[in-house]
């Protein structure tokens, strides 16, 4: 079975082809980071007028990538949410009326869920269960998984997640779009300790997150009569560590919690080097271990919608009726059930 993924839901748009058999056959992704870079944000009406402009043309690429054409795709996998409501009603019309024209199934995908099976495409993958810490743009979640769709959520941030902290602090310290990737870059300049940043719920007792009120301590050494634009890669450095390390002591009580010696970490933030240095030293020292997906498969792409596509097609899963289009722009990962589950 060949499986055609197409993601939308936000800023990138993707396209994939995965192969039960042969794996991932290609992918292509295209960034809006250029088109939004002028506003120091995304802007939802032009993200999906862009997703319309290049989905015709990354799946003809991803297509010759893979070394099929459309006569060899059984089914299509698209990003249902959650996201922007445009951007996902772009990949979920082009999805419903390409499966309609080709007569195959088209299944809606979570995005999350797509982020976090995505280790599992690794040349080492994970085996079921383990815990999975989702730290991305717009969610900071841990989850207890034990298969596909079955889900059972530890924590969550209750306010901004990991990764919007990270575009909200690169903003106030003077640094473009996209924030949180500059933001890490200047902290490798920068020397740690400097700042007195707060670890916020560090000792909560529950496996919850918080970091508005770490971005708010950012802000007032900013606007303090001190501060020096020149001080900001020692301040990036210290908001890091302090993101870093409520992340990682939540990650390793989780493990402690449910019993498990197996970790997950999908989604942007994930690709952070400092988090993957201290999380990889942590779970040795435990005899535990630590998975990441492929540095390219992070950021959002059509790889991992299409291999989560797959992986629910596989075990039984069956598509709803042709051409509904339907997307959920807020929808809970929580909420999911294993294929066939009623």
């Not at 629910?312 to 709803?320: H, N, T």
Request: proline share 6%; net charge negative.
């Amino acid at each position: 079975m060949r499986v055609l993924g197409i993601e939308s839901s936000c800023d990138e748009t993707g396209v994939a082809v995965y192969d039960v058999e042969a794996g991932l056959l290609g992918h292509c992704v295209h960034s809006q980071i250029d088109l939004h870079a002028t506003y120091g944000g995304v802007v939802p009406e032009l993200a999906s007028r862009d997703h319309i402009r290049r989905l015709p043309v990354l799946v003809r690429q991803a297509l010759v990538e893979s070394g099929c054409g459309l006569a060899q795709i059984d089914a299509i996998a698209y990003t249902a949410g959650p996201g922007l409501a445009g951007a996902l009603l772009v990949g979920a019309s082009y999805a419903e009326a390409l499966g309609m024209s080709m007569g195959v199934p088209v299944l809606p995908v979570h995005h999350l869920e797509g982020h976090l099976l995505s280790p599992l495409l690794s040349a080492d993958p994970p085996e079921f269960p383990f815990v999975a810490l989702l730290v991305s743009g717009g969610h900071t979640q841990l989850m207890q998984v034990t298969g596909v769709g079955q889900y059972v959520l530890l924590g969550e941030s209750l306010d901004d997640a990991a990764g919007e902290a990270f575009d909200k602090t690169a903003k106030l310290i003077g640094l473009g779009y996209p924030g949180g990737p500059q933001l890490a870059a200047l902290a490798e300049r920068g020397r740690p300790g400097r700042f007195r940043l707060p670890r916020p719920m560090l000792k909560s007792g529950d496996l919850d997150f918080s970091f508005s009120g770490l971005k708010t301590a950012v802000l007032n050494v900013v606007s303090g009569p001190e501060w020096k634009p020149e001080d900001a890669a020692d301040l990036a450095a210290d908001f890091q560590d302090a993101v870093v390390e409520v992340l990682c002591v939540k990650a390793l009580k989780a493990l402690e919690l449910v019993g498990l010696s197996r970790l997950v970490v999908a989604g942007g933030v994930g690709a952070n080097r400092q988090l993957r240095l201290r999380l990889d030293a942590a779970t040795r020292r435990k005899g535990w271990r630590v998975y990441y997906p492929e540095p390219e498969l992070c950021t959002d792409n059509g790889a991992m919608i299409a291999f989560a596509g797959a992986r629910r097609l596989a075990a039984g899963e069956v598509p709803g009726a042709a051409c509904a289009v339907r997307v959920h722009p807020r929808w809970p990962l929580a909420a999911l059930r294993a294929p066939g589950a009623v």
